[in-house]
């Protein structure tokens, strides 16, 4: 199916929700069962939401933000909040209350959909005040007023408020879709970093526009007019809302769910696309290659897992193993993946179904223009660029070369073809004592499919020899201590115990006969805390802060170095 979109994100929705109307956007559990939500549905409350905000007086280019997990409501308002030509911002819902705070003020929100009144209260428990919040609209449960003087509103209140403005404003949708132009700010998401506080990152329509219409272009094609998919990414992150922008151009019907939940649903719902992180697709793979020895029963295994209807399959985020994506391609199904920022809206290249190479990221799309500097940084150039970060004009100068070009921080390589090969991310290269120029994801990808390791990070810039910090799968690896006889009184001991450790030396053992000798890991240290957004190990799309895991376990790093001199290895 292929479709050209030359509007904005809310001139598009009521087309179609005008032209499906009696059809379902979208399923949702209820009780047990799958009840429809038809686009008739959709459109009322969205127009509610519009004249709501409109009537408590929310302006052009006003910030109101969203800070929840997925559900219909962030879906309806994030849609209004378009529609009243405000800019969105979405703060992910498992964001620390400290990194809340801080959108919610760097971003000047003036509105804020919240998800409950628990949340509510952690964002406001600390003695930070909000100059430019006034209203808080919680999307589920009681409200109560409370000591920031903020006005807040239930979302059955704030319902009732658009429905009393529509009746006096009745043509007030249509002129602002008519007003809005592709200079309009449409939302301003905050790139969690890898380190210090996230910046703003102001997208408008033009960009998302010219991002959609190389997408549609490339992929349009494979995707059958009105597919079902399951829409589980979290629409607080490009991809995920990126994802239901797609449903309501292409005319998805999305079964809503959730990350624990989606690849139990695959079966059973069938759908006929999926787009997905690279770990969800690596998890279909190990249960599939583990379901038997046969070749061809693994392939049939995977198809019943997957659903057996999928017609299109995009991973996104971070890289996917070539393996996986071969194996996928036995079974006949093709996954595509591209590359890009949120910076970029987000895409730069992606691979096409008849003109691919998976050992690279794809081709650039056509209105992009990419090259390569001379250390290599992949540096790009068009309409899907930002004009910079939000109220942050050293961090946009340093974004950005002399004559305009993005910076992407990122490591690249032409292949044969006009493929670009991703290297790794520039400032991260790791530099040993004798010269060696080491990526260390390319590492650390290696034991993503362990079952036993939930995370490894490579350290030893400016050392003879690499170490790293180890985090477990605490469930599988208290089984197989149970299943063994490992005795333990905690979750600590059983990490530092002899065969944990052995355990854990015999995988890294495996993986370094792969690596040539100046990339082996010679000693590591295990870690019992696992990485979280909440701990600031991760960002909150689940990447490693490795510049906050080396502060933290810098110490224990550290002492790889000289527990065992006897050991040491020089590297040229």
């Known amino acids: 199916m292929t479709t050209e979109i030359l509007k904005t994100t809310q001139a598009v929705f009521f087309d179609q929700a005008e032209h499906w109307a009696d059809k379902p956007r979208f399923m949702v559990k209820n009780g047990g069962e799958w ?29 109101v933000g969203i800070y929840s997990d997925n559900s219909l409501e962030w879906i309806y308002a994030g849609i209004g909040i378009a529609t009243a030509q405000a800019v969105l911002v979405p703060i992910y819902h498992n964001s620390t209350a400290d990194v809340a705070r801080f959108i919610v003020n ?17 964002l406001l428990s600390s003695e930070m005040r909000f100059p430019i919040l006034k209203y808080v609209v919680v999307m589920e449960g009681d409200i109560e007023q409370n000591s920031n003087n903020l006005h807040c509103f239930s979302f059955d209140e704030f319902y009732r408020m658009g429905e009393n403005h529509k009746v006096t404003h009745p043509d007030i949708i ?43 272009d490339i992929n349009g094609p494979l995707v059958l007019s009105e597919s079902v998919d399951l829409h589980w990414l979290p629409n607080s992150h490009i991809f995920g809302w990126g994802a239901l922008g797609l449903g309501n151009i292409l005319g998805f019907t999305s079964y809503l769910t959730n990350p624990l939940e989606v690849l139990q649903l695959l079966p059973e719902i069938k759908p006929h696309l999926f787009m997905s992180v690279p770990a969800y697709f690596e998890k279909l793979f ?81 209105c992009v223009d990419i ?10 150039r068009g309409p899907v660029v930002f004009q910079g970060y939000y109220k942050d004009p050293e961090a946009t100068k340093e974004v950005f070369t002399q ?71 605490r469930s599988i690896v208290e089984q197989w201590a149970k299943e063994n006889s490992v005795t333990f009184d905690s979750w600590e001991e059983l990490c530092v115990s002899p065969t944990v450790e052995e355990l854990v030396q015999e995988s890294i053992n495996l993986l370094n006969s792969e690596l040539a000798s100046f990339e082996t890991i010679k000693y590591f240290r295990i870690i019992p805390e696992n990485f979280t957004p909440l701990n600031g190990l991760l960002t909150s799309s689940l990447k490693v802060r490795r510049k906050k895991v080396y502060e933290y376990y810098k110490e224990e790093l550290e002492a790889l170095y000289c527990e065992r001199p006897a050991l040491l290895q020089e590297e040229g």
């Open 371 to 380: 090259k390569l500097a001379k250390d290599g940084e992949i540096l790009a």
């Open 35 to 63: 009840k429809s939500i038809l686009w008739s549905e959709y459109r009322k409350r969205v127009e509610l939401i519009t004249h709501a905000l409109k009537s408590i007086g929310i302006n052009t280019d006003d910030k």
């Open 403 to 473: 004559d305009g070009w993005l910076r992407t921080g990122d490591v690249g390589q032409w292949l044969d073809g006009g493929f670009l090969k991703i290297i790794g991310r520039k400032k991260e290269i790791i530099v040993t004592s004798g010269g060696k120029n080491i990526p260390p994801e390319n590492i650390e990808l290696k034991f993503r499919y362990n079952p036993y390791i939930e995370h490894l990070v490579v350290y030893g810039d400016g050392k003879k020899y690499l170490v790293a910090a180890v985090t477990l799968s």
């Open 286 to 366: 190990q249960l599939t290659i583990s379901s038997s020895e046969n070749e061809d029963e693994q392939l049939e295994t995977l198809r019943k897992l997957i659903g057996g209807r999928i017609t299109f399959l995009l991973s996104g985020g971070a890289g996917l193993k070539r393996e996986v994506k071969e194996f996928f391609l036995k079974a006949g199904m093709w996954i595509t993946e591209g590359y890009g920022l949120t910076e970029c809206s987000p895409t730069l290249t992606m691979n096409r179904h008849n003109d691919y190479n998976f050992d690279s990221v794809g081709k650039p799309y056509s």
């Open 174 to 216: 249509e002129e602002l879709i008519e007003t809005t132009t592709e200079d309009h700010i449409a939302q301003m998401l905050y790139t969690s970093g890898t380190t210090g506080r996230p910046k703003g990152v102001p997208l408008t329509y033009r960009s998302l526009i010219a991002s959609t219409n190389d997408w549609l």
């Open 106 to 122: 760097h971003s000047d929100i003036k509105l804020l959909f919240i998800r409950n009144l628990s949340l509510l209260k952690l």
